[in-house]
């Protein structure tokens, strides 16, 4: 009896992850490629196709009702975890100085980081259409790619011609490094209930 080859399962799996189907609809489409290659000893690449091409058809046929979360659901998991991450892990940062001073932000402070979250997210979203469309991958890759410069490259004006040395916003050390703690710990949270979401679990067998 032939098995399925590791590589194409691993492939199909984290193929169908990026798509952000859920574990048990995963189990269930995993346990009917390695049957019919059981069954027939198919190629599964001449049976099914390349991995995320299986996929994005798998993909295709879902719904949020059916395993598959939506494309705004997803989006807005990207943005929430951009905000969580980047803004977590800058007031943890500056809250463990504990300065009795309290920590000031700068107009280049208020400008940069609106600036690199926006580029976070929209490196991130078009590197999941990147991944999971159907036509334009390409550019959609490409487009990712600009994101990233982009808005690496927007830290340099940011940093050279807006204040750096005028406080515009100040807040007591305690406050932003609880505010710190808790993002991060939103973070995680959110990063524990993908990875549960995302857990393989095979049908039951009858």
Known sequence: MMT????????????LRFHEISGDRIGEVLAEVEAHVAETGDDPVDAFGKPREYARQVAA?????TGKRSTGGVILTFVLAAVLALFGQRFWGDGLS???AGVHYTMSDVVSQPLMLVAI??????????????SHRKIYGIGAVVAAVVGLAAQFPARWYLDDETPVITAPSWLILTLGAVFLVAMFGMLIHSIRRGRVRYPEKK
């Open 4 to 15: 399925l080859d590791a590589k194409y399962r691993d492939d199909l799996y984290k193929a």
């Open 98 to 100: 504990m300065d009795p």
């Open 121 to 134: 997210i929209a490196f991130a979203v078009l590197l999941f259409y990147a991944r999971t469309a159907f």
């Open 61 to 65: 046929q879902l719904d949020p009702a």
